[in-house]
């Protein structure tokens, strides 16, 4: 089975600061995507970054970086300039290209980020 | 325009109840998904239809069912309600299978059964 994991529950930052959120999954695939969603208390799912497992290049988003180690099957996010907007939980994810197209989570990461 | 709408987005019903939840994409998107999330925000995957036909089908009690009457719809019917249903539902939709275009999610429904 596909598994995404998420090792830390929860995590803080100064406001300014740069945080980085672990994420590891498993899978015998050749052909997936990775994602991190933020999920703020308004509980709408956001989408921040997506990765093809395919590209080598790291994928950014103004602010937000991976670091997509894929023999490790790694998959962490950087925040960097931390704001009070990104308090949220940050949930990571997977798809594959086969016969389950679905995401699959892991458990989340709930950030605080203190002024 | 909201890309993923679900309706109610708040739903409050006694045990043994009948309801059902609504949703709707207009993104043109091919696959639609429901997806539970619980007290403890595990968000996991219930149903899945692919064209109005159903793909997925992970290990949900079968007082749940989903409706697609059309490729832009999938409604979620649960009936005999139990406490333990209380959760967030959410509804999702993505343009292909396997995510290449990623996934687009409604707002959710918070249901509570009391």
């Known amino acids: 089975a596909q598994t995404v994991t998420q090792s830390q529950p929860e995590m803080s930052v100064q406001e300014a600061e740069t945080v980085t959120l672990s994420c590891t999954y498993d899978t015998s695939e050749n052909n997936y995507y990775l994602f991190w969603y933020k999920q703020p208390p308004s509980r709408q799912m956001i989408l921040v970054i997506r990765?093809?497992?395919?590209?080598?290049q790291n994928a950014t988003e103004n602010r937000f970086s991976v670091n997509f180690q894929k023999a490790a099957k790694s998959f962490s996010l950087k925040i960097s300039d931390s704001q009070l907007g990104d308090t949220a939980m940050y949930f990571c994810?997977?798809?594959?290209?086969?016969?389950?197209?679905?995401?699959?989570f892991g458990k989340g990461t709930k950030l605080s980020v203190k002024p | 325009d909201t890309a993923v709408s679900q309706t109610p987005k708040y739903l409050v019903t006694q045990m043994g109840n009948d309801k059902s939840i609504k949703c709707e994409q207009n993104?043109?998107?091919?696959?639609m998904y429901w997806y539970k999330q619980d007290s403890k925000k595990f968000l996991k995957i219930m149903f899945s239809?692919?064209?109005?036909?159903?793909?997925i089908n992970e290990t949900v009690p079968n007082r749940f069912s989903p409706k697609s009457p059309d490729k832009a719809h999938l409604n979620l019917h649960i009936n005999s309600l139990e406490l333990g249903d209380s959760a967030v539902y959410f509804c999702a939709s993505s343009q292909d299978w396997g995510g290449r275009s990623g996934y687009t999610f409604g707002s959710g429904t918070r249901l509570t059964v009391v």
């Open positions: 993104l043109g998107h091919d696959t």
């Open positions: 994810a997977s798809a594959y290209g086969g016969s389950q197209g679905n995401l699959i």
């Open positions: 990765q093809e497992a395919y590209k080598q």
């Open positions: 239809y692919n064209n109005k036909e159903l793909i």
